[in-house]
C-alpha cells in the first residue's frame, strides 16, 4: 500500500513529547485509570481494582466485548449487529477499505483530519472536496456547493462534527439538509462524531447513526479525555458495512485489548461525567482565548468554536510557518500550521480542552509581542 506521510501525526511526532508548552492539542484533559475505575464511588472502584488485577490476558472477541457492547448500545442507540469497537484510527482505514472502491466517487468536508480524504486517495477513489470558509465571524460550508458535488455516481460523503479543526457545528437544518440530500442521491455518509459531545454555544444534534444511510465513529479519545484507551466504535443501521469492516479487522488488530475493554466499560457508562468535566474546562479556555485574541485582534483573526475543542485561528502579521518553528525554539510552544491540513491560508490550529492552556496562552503571549515588532 502506498500513502502520504499523515502529515499532522507526523508534526506531533516530532515535537509533542519534547515541548513544554502545546496550544493545539485536539484532545481534553485525561483521567487517571484509578479515576475511571472509581467513578461510581471508591468502594465500588476497589472492587473494580481487584477484578482488574484478575483479568485473564487472553483473545477477546473481534467486535468488542459484551460488557463494551452493551454500554454502547445504550450510548448509540443500535444494536449489536450495527457496532464495531476497535481503535478509533484503526475504525477509519477498516470502514474506508472495506466499502470503498478504485474510481469511486468520494466527498469529503475540507479542511479535514487527513485520514478522512487520503485513505480514499490511496485506494485510488476520485476525491472531491466540500470546503468550509469563514462567513460572517462563522464558519460554513456552501450546501448549493454540496448539492453539485453529490453527483448520482457519489458513494460517499464524509464529514466530520463537530469539526477539526475550525469548531463548526452544523444547526439542526443544516443537518437535515444534508440527510435529505444525500438519501435523495443514494449516497451512503461516513460520519466522524469523535468530537460529540463537546457542544459548546449549540445543541447536541441527533448522531447520524440514527439515519438509514450513514455509519458513524465514535470514540473515547476526545471529549471523554481517554486518548491513551484507542478505543472507539462504527455505529450503524447498516449491518452489512459493519459486517465488512469487521472481516477486515482480521488483518489489522484481530480483536482488541483486553484491559482497555476493562477501563472501556465505566467510561462509557460514565462518560456524561466525563463530557460535563471536561466542556466545563473547554468553556472556560473559550473565554480566556476570546478575551486574548481580542486584545490581540491586530495579529490574529479569531472564531470561536461552535463545538468542539478546536479553532482555526489566521495570523495576519508574516508567515504561519515561520511562527510554528521560531515558537517550537524559542519558547518551547507547540503550534500546530495550517500546511498539515492540506491548507493555505496562514492559519493555525488552536486547541483548547486541556488544563494547561491558559499556560500555553500565557507564553504564546509573550511570543506574540516580539513577533509584533520583528
Ligand atoms: C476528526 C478525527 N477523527 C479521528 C481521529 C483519530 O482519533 P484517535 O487518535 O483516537 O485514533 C482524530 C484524532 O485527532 C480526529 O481529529
Redesign the pocket.
Known amino acids: 500500500m502506498k500513502i502520504r506521510d499523515f502529515q ?1 501525526e507526523r508534526y506531533f511526532a516530532k515535537y509533542e513529547f519534547n515541548t513544554k508548552y502545546p496550544l493545539s492539542p ?2 481534553c484533559e485525561t483521567w487517571s485509570i484509578e479515576e475511571i475505575l472509581q467513578l461510581k464511588g471508591k468502594e465500588h472502584g476497589e472492587k473494580n481494582f481487584e477484578r482488574m488485577k484478575k483479568l485473564r490476558l487472553s483473545y477477546t472477541e473481534s467486535r468488542g466485548n459484551s460488557g463494551v457492547l452493551d454500554a454502547l448500545e445504550a450510548v448509540c442507540g443500535i444494536g449489536r449487529p450495527g457496532l464495531l469497537v476497535g ?4 475504525l ?1 482505514f477498516l470502514f474506508l477499505n472495506s466499502f470503498l472502491e478504485k474510481k469511486d466517487r468520494v466527498v469529503c468536508i475540507s479542511p ?2 487527513q ?2 480524504y487520503e485513505l480514499p486517495c490511496s485506494i485510488g477513489c476520485e476525491t472531491v472536496f466540500w470546503r468550509l470558509f469563514p462567513v460572517n465571524g462563522r464558519w460554513s460550508p456552501d450546501f448549493d456547493e454540496l448539492e453539485s458535488l453529490l453527483r448520482t455516481s457519489t458513494k460517499l460523503l464524509i464529514v ?1 462534527f463537530p469539526h ?1 479543526p475550525t469548531g463548526y457545528m452544523p444547526t439542526r437544518e443544516e443537518l437535515g439538509w444534508i440527510e435529505e440530500l444525500t438519501a435523495r442521491r443514494g449516497v451512503t455518509v461516513f460520519s ?1 462524531e ?2 460529540r459531545g463537546l457542544e459548546l454555544s449549540v445543541p447536541r444534534l441527533p448522531t447520524f447513526s440514527e439515519f438509514e444511510n450513514a455509519v458513524t ?1 465514535g ?1 473515547l ?2 471529549g471523554p479525555g481517554l ?1 491513551g484507551l ?1 478505543l ?1 466504535w462504527l455505529a450503524s443501521p447498516q449491518h452489512d458495512l459493519i459486517e465488512a469492516a469487521l472481516t477486515m479487522k482480521d488483518y489489522t488488530t484481530i480483536c482488541n485489548s483486553a484491559p482497555v475493554e476493562f477501563l472501556a466499560e465505566p467510561a462509557l457508562r460514565g462518560m456524561e461525567v466525563l463530557l460535563e468535566r471536561n466542556r466545563a474546562i473547554l468553556s472556560f479556555n473559550v473565554e480566556q482565548a476570546r478575551m486574548f485574541f481580542e486584545r490581540h485582534a491586530e495579529l490574529v483573526e479569531w472564531i470561536p468554536p461552535a463545538a468542539g475543542p478546536t479553532a482555526f485561528p489566521r495570523l495576519m502579521k508574516g508567515d504561519v510557518g515561520e511562527m510554528c518553528s521560531r515558537a517550537v525554539e524559542e519558547k518551547s510552544l507547540m503550534i500546530l500550521p495550517d500546511k498539515v491540513f492540506d491548507v493555505k491560508d496562514n492559519r493555525f490550529r488552536v486547541g483548547m480542552g486541556r488544563k494547561n492552556f491558559p499556560a500555553a496562552l500565557e507564553v504564546f503571549g509573550e511570543f506574540l509581542e516580539d513577533w509584533r515588532r520583528h
Open positions: 499532522l485536539s484532545d481503535c478509533p484510527e484503526e477509519i479535514a483530519y485520514a478522512l466530520n477539526n466522524d469523535m468530537y465513529l470514540g479519545s476526545k486518548p484507542r472507539g
